[in-house]
């Protein structure tokens, strides 16, 4: 539904982009996790027509964005990152302004059904321009949603939406992501482990990982983390802990009477450590993986792909 | 087409919410009329019987000056304004051409003005009952005729001059220091010039309306210049559009 193939975006002589590679297939929620000036914004803009590439190609529902712009725009439903809203029209008119460059057929009737969607249909007869942030940020999801898109392109869509709202809004992509192709944008770690089918950390520009969201917590590098939890003070058995093989530091959990291991192998040791813990005449009450936080994973990625990088600055 | 009638009809409803656009409204009426009102009392001084009365041209002359001050200010905002509000992505990535988009804000604007040239017809209908046999109906077609293709022309070239800019006033001001060069200055070297000066003289914006269609002359020529003129702001305004996807 979405191929992406060595996309690159050059403004000036600055690189946006940078031979981007990557797929969505329908069905699918891609997450597109990245840092400020990532180049999130920008991917979106090409695959929806917007602006052209420097370099390379990319297809949205069979068609090439660039040579058949066109037919990729009208089966694109796109939120921009700036909601791009007429504030002197009415929620009905501009939704209705909009079908008729969609050319939809009984628009109004799709048009009450799409701010049912989203939640708005108290307020068509409203202006825009009087609407909280949150409430505009949802005309332009029903902008987006109206024509039932193929595919579906969300620059940070949840943005400036109370709880409540945020919860609904992810519900709704997540089912409109169930038969279409959705790709979204974010800052929000925990949005991505939501709603995302996989999700792309992109970095200045590149693709620094791409995964689901549980892969990527199970451990991106290999290297496992462990939890012990015994009954009693850890000090004494730190030391016993982090002496034996295949451990490579140990030190205490986040609560009483926990030690995180930190493993250099990735082989099966839990039996030698239970041991250890037992032999050690302690208690032990748990002993379980834990993977690294979206958020680790997340921080560490960015960081190490600046760190060897070009250097910069 | 159904995406031009789009665009179209969203600015022509624009403009009657526009307080701009009223002071245009008011403006080019309320001179034309007070020219108008003028010329009749000034004839009724002399001989309303007499060989030269009024005729459709003491409107449509008024009306062709008031174009090029006012036009600016009904396309400074068609596409400056849509870069300013960022509502230029939401049009860049809908199922529509980048020239449907142009025609379409020149189709709004050149409605607008063509309604307020319809309201303007009031004064020679007035006319035409004040004088026996009634005026000279040539004349006010023609007349009329000028008056549309000097507004689309200058609509053509404003709309075009929208589109290169994100800030509306300095749209208006470089739509109306162009305008004041080609009604005025650009005729001044072909009386200045030995030779070659023809060119210039064609250029001149003015002298297609007064010289010809006022008096109810139709010249293929100025037809053409005038649809040229309009022709060409289109397309300055399609290709600012398209190079604004590159940037
Ligand atoms: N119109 C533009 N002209 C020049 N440079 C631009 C333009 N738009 C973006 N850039 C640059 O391209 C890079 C990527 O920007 P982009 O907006 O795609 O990032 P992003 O991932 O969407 O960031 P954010 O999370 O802040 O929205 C940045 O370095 C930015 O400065
Ligand atoms: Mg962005």
């Known amino acids: 539904m979405i191929r992406v193939e060595g996309l690159t975006k050059d403004y000036g002589s600055r690189r946006a982009i940078n031979a981007l590679t990557f797929e969505a297939q329908q069905g699918e929620v891609l997450g597109f996790l990245g840092p400020n000036g990532a180049g999130k914004t920008t991917t979106m803009r090409i695959l929806t027509g917007y602006m052209p590439a420097s370099s390379g190609r990319a297809t949205v529902a069979g068609y090439d964005v660039m040579e058949e712009s066109l037919e990729v725009r009208r089966r694109v439903g796109y939120l921009p990152e700036t909601v791009p809203l007429y504030t002197d029209m009415t929620v009905f008119d501009y939704l209705k302004f909009m079908a008729n460059l969609r050319h939809l057929p009984d628009a109004e009737a799709r048009i009450d059904e799409t701010l049912e969607l989203v939640g708005m249909a108290d307020r068509a007869g409203g202006y825009i321009g009087k609407l909280s942030k949150g409430m505009r940020q949802r005309v332009g999801l029903a902008q987006a949603l109206l024509h039932r898109p193929e595919v579906l392109i969300l620059d940070e869509p949840t943005i400036g939406l109370d709880p409540g709202q945020v919860v609904e809004v992810r519900n709704l992509i997540r089912d409109v992501g169930r038969e279409r192709t959705v790709l979204l944008s974010t800052h929000i770690l925990s949005e991505a482990q939501q709603i995302c089918d996989r999700v792309l950390i992109i970095n200045k520009g590149e693709i620094v990982a791409e995964d689901t969201p549980s892969n990527l917590q199970m451990g991106l590098e290999g290297a496992t983390r462990l939890l012990v939890r015994i009954n009693g003070d850890t000090a004494a058995l730190l030391e016993k802990l982090g002496e034996l093989e295949g451990v490579q530091t140990a030190k205490p959990g986040a609560e009483k009477g926990e030690i995180e291991l930190n493993l250099a192998t990735r082989e099966e040791i839990r039996p030698e450590i239970a041991r250890a813990v037992v032999s050690g005449g302690f208690d032990l009450l748990e002993l379980r993986p834990i993977g690294m936080s979206l958020e680790d994973i997340f921080l560490q990625l960015t960081r190490d792909n600046s760190a060897g990088g070009k250097s910069k600055e | ?247």
């Open chain 2, 1 to 247: 087409m159904r995406n031009i009638w789009t665009i179209a009809s969203r600015e022509y409803k624009h403009y009657f919410i526009s307080p701009i656009a009223y002071v245009v409204a008011f403006l080019f009426l309320a001179t034309v009329g007070i020219i108008f009102a003028l010329t009749i009392l000034n004839a009724n001084d002399s001989a309303l019987y007499y060989p030269s009365a009024p005729d459709a041209s003491s409107v449509t002359g008024p009306m062709a000056f008031l174009l090029l001050l006012t036009s600016p200010a009904l396309t400074m905002r068609l596409l400056a304004d849509e870069q300013r509000m960022g509502t230029m992505e939401l049009l860049l990535t809908a199922p529509l051409r980048d020239w449907e988009l142009v025609l379409g804000k020149w189709l709004g604007a050149f409605l607008f003005i063509a309604t307020l040239a319809g309201v303007s017809l009031i004064f020679p209908l007035i006319l035409d009952i004040l004088i026996d046999p009634g005026i000279d109906k040539g004349v006010l077609f023609v007349g009329y005729l000028g008056v549309l293709l000097v507004a689309a022309a200058m609509l053509g070239l404003g709309v075009g001059i929208s589109a290169m800019f994100s800030n509306q006033v300095a749209a208006f001001f470089v739509s109306l220091v162009i305008f004041v060069i080609m009604w005025w200055l650009i005729g001044v070297p072909a009386s200045l010039l030995p030779n070659g000066g023809e060119v210039f003289r064609y250029l001149d914006m003015a002298s297609h309306f007064y010289e010809s269609m006022i008096i109810g002359v139709i010249n293929l020529a100025d037809i053409v210049y005038y649809l040229s003129l309009t022709a060409l702001g289109l397309f300055t305004g399609t290709i600012a559009v398209e190079i604004r996807r590159w940037r």
